[in-house]
């Protein structure tokens, strides 16, 4: 049967399986979503389906309210997670969520990954933020739907925009990432992930390594996004 949200299905189901191919995920672990602002909706990955098993038909189609429009499988435990982000931040079009190693660990320590190198620096000029663990009023309330006013709440006390940084780690929990696609959002899961290891290799290596310079961050994160940008590698 041909559905309006093909497309929209497809999409979702291609940025899903992005996500095991990165290997940002193990078993059922993660979930990407993909919106459809016009017509108030996401797709989402339908919750325990093994990514070897899933199929673009078994995306689920919500709406902000979380509610069910299209699809007999139970959404992700996530989703709500993506529907308050997607209410309140207008300008994302995709949303990943994973468990990936490294990410997860800087998540556990409850630390921001500090941008030691130019990598970092040619995504973001900034630390990757760390939200505080969840209180245990939110904790024992509406679980998911609070995840993402703690993500909201940490960009606030730290003054970003997210349309400028599009990850955050929730302390002990994992990482989100997103962007103006859901292919965006899993990029940035995966360029996350690689930023997450090679801090850690650095603080193993010297564990007073500097922060990179201004003048360097500045450089590389405008050659590749800036007015005059000409990095492309």
């Keep these: 049967m041909s559905s309006k949200y093909t497309a929209l299905k497809q999409e979702c189901y ?20 993909a919106v459809d602002r016009e017509n108030g909706v996401f797709a989402i990955k339908p919750s ?8 673009p038909e078994d995306i689920v189609i919500v709406d902000f309210n979380n509610n069910i429009i299209e699809g007999t ?12 982000l997607y209410k309140n931040w207008l300008n994302i079009g995709g949303i990943a969520h994973t468990h990936a190693t ?17 990598t970092h620096a040619d995504h973001l000029t900034v630390d990757v ?6 209180s245990d009023i939110l904790i024992e309330g509406n679980y998911e739907h609070n995840t993402g006013i703690q993500i909201l709440n940490c960009f606030k006390e730290k003054n970003l925009l997210y349309e400028e940084v599009e990850m955050i780690l ?18 940035n899961s995966k360029v996350l992930e690689v930023v997450a290891e090679m801090a850690f290799l650095t603080l193993s290596i010297n564990p007073n390594a500097p922060r990179l310079k201004d003048s ?4 590389h994160f ?12």
């Design 170 to 187: 929730i302390g002990n929990h994992g990482p989100f990432t997103w962007g103006s696609t859901a292919a965006k959002a899993v990029y």
């Design 216 to 219: 360097l961050i500045k450089k």
């Design 102 to 118: 490294y990410s997860v660990a800087w998540a556990q320590s409850q630390r921001d990954i500090p941008i030691f190198g130019t």
């Design 14 to 33: 291609e940025a899903n399986m992005q996500l095991n191919a990165l290997n940002l995920v193990v078993y059922t672990f993660g979930n990407v979503s």
């Design 222 to 233: 405008e050659r590749k996004h800036g007015k005059d940008s000409y990095y492309g590698q």
């Design 73 to 84: 499988k139970r959404p992700s435990s996530d989703t709500k997670t993506h529907a308050y």
């Design 48 to 55: 325990g389906v093994p990514y070897e098993d899933l199929k």
């Design 129 to 134: 933020p760390c939200a505080a663990p969840m």
